[in-house]
């Protein structure tokens, strides 16, 4: 909205606002306006959900048992917070004639719209049973379905239906018709990673926060062609505009963190959760680093792989590997504090963060 004003019928007459052309500059920007407008509308929104929800979040009878008493009350659809901030930030600072900005932004309220539906019926119920999981899937595949075919119609000929290998600079993998599904895989995928993990205060903001930043990063240089020519990397023209979304992405997330820090006042529930996930993934394969996400969100991937695991092997066996899945509920189990889990894995994510910069160097 701004750059459309500023850069189209001020720019050339104003030498500041020649700042709008910067993309360094609005993704800044975005940042800062979405971090102001989380702190702006945190307090009053979480009153809101307080009033309407009465008893807060529904808890699972089977998950540890402090959290019946500790977690008890605590309101959720705290992901509406971020949605706000998200898009508002995005849609002030982008260039609103990117259509990887659209496709993004839509596959992300999407599946927030999937998560709001999940989160309202588990509320209406008062328990923890909401939308079905085939129901649930079903949106979530067709969603991403739609989406990946929509990325694909922006890219460049021969990038379009290809998926790109980090460490290596010139393999690329044509997957044809297939790669619509590919792409509905990752975006589900991640949307359902980010749901699993999100089980303690603070737990999965903070990872999503390190992937935006690094796909801030990623997303600048990909739709720069100087850039990616000297790093070697695949350049996807106009994707440079993604590096918004994710700086507005992390300054959401900085935000949320706020109220979501130990002990939580709000929890950001599927709403959140999955609309996080959807946009990593989204971001993901717009610049063609699908598999550097699997580095990046690595924490994300071992979440789900544990689940799987543990539901592939008691149905085998009749008994676990972990004493609860997801892992970081194992780790509630062996008396771990809450603090330390979520701290330890935050690590992980820094950890697993720096290893996906590093593929943009190591070819």
């Known amino acids: 909205m701004l750059y459309d004003l500023f850069q189209r019928h001020a720019a050339g007459h104003v030498s ?22 989380s702190l702006m509308l945190g307090n009053p929104l979480i009153a809101r959900l307080r009033r309407i929800q009465r008893g807060g979040q529904p808890i699972r009878a089977l998950g540890p048992e402090r959290h019946i008493v500790e977690k008890a009350g605590t309101p959720t659809m705290g992901g509406v917070l971020i949605l706000v901030s998200l898009l508002g930030s995005t849609l002030l600072w982008a260039d609103l ?45 067709a969603v991403s379905l739609l989406g990946g075919i929509w990325i694909e119609s922006l890219m460049p000929p021969d990038l379009a239906n290809h998926l790109a290998f980090p460490f290596v600079k010139d393999l690329l993998l044509p997957l044809g018709y297939a790669f619509p599904v590919f792409a509905m895989i990752t975006i589900t995928g991640f949307g359902n990673a980010v749901n699993f993990t999100d089980g303690l205060d603070g737990l999965a903001i903070v990872p999503v926060t390190i992937a935006a930043l690094v796909f801030a990063l990623i997303s600048y240089l990909v739709g720069n062609h100087i850039f990616a020519d000297y790093l070697q990397l695949h350049a996807v023209p106009g994707t440079g505009e993604l590096g918004i979304f994710c ?26 959760s999955l609309a996080l996930g959807g946009a990593l993934g989204a971001v993901a394969v ?44 194992h780790f509630e189990k062996k008396g771990w504090p809450e603090s330390k889990i979520v701290i330890r894995f935050w690590i992980v994510s820094i950890v697993l963060g720096l290893c996906g910069l590093a593929t943009l160097k190591l070819r």
């Not at 909401?130 to 949106?139: A, E, Y």
């Open 16 to 37: 500041v606002l020649n700042l709008f052309h910067y993309i360094t500059f609005r993704a800044g920007a975005a940042c800062l306006t979405a971090l102001v407008l």
């Open 97 to 141: 004639t990117n259509g990887f900005v659209w496709a993004v932004m839509t596959i992300t309220l999407a599946f927030g719209a999937v998560g709001f539906a999940d989160d309202y019926l588990k509320l209406s119920r008062r328990n923890t049973d909401g939308v079905s999981m085939r129901m649930r899937l079903g949106c979530e595949f």
């Open 286 to 329: 717009s610049v063609k680093h699908e598999l550097v996400l699997c580095i990046v969100g690595g924490l994300f991937v071992i979440e789900t792989l544990s689940v799987i695991i543990q539901v592939f092997w008691y149905k085998r066996t009749g008994r676990r590997v972990f004493l609860m899945a997801p892992l970081h509920h």
């Open 247 to 272: 700086s507005a992405l992390v300054g959401a997330g900085l935000g949320f963190l706020w109220f979501n820090a130990p002990p939580a006042a709000v929890f950001m529930g599927d709403t959140g």
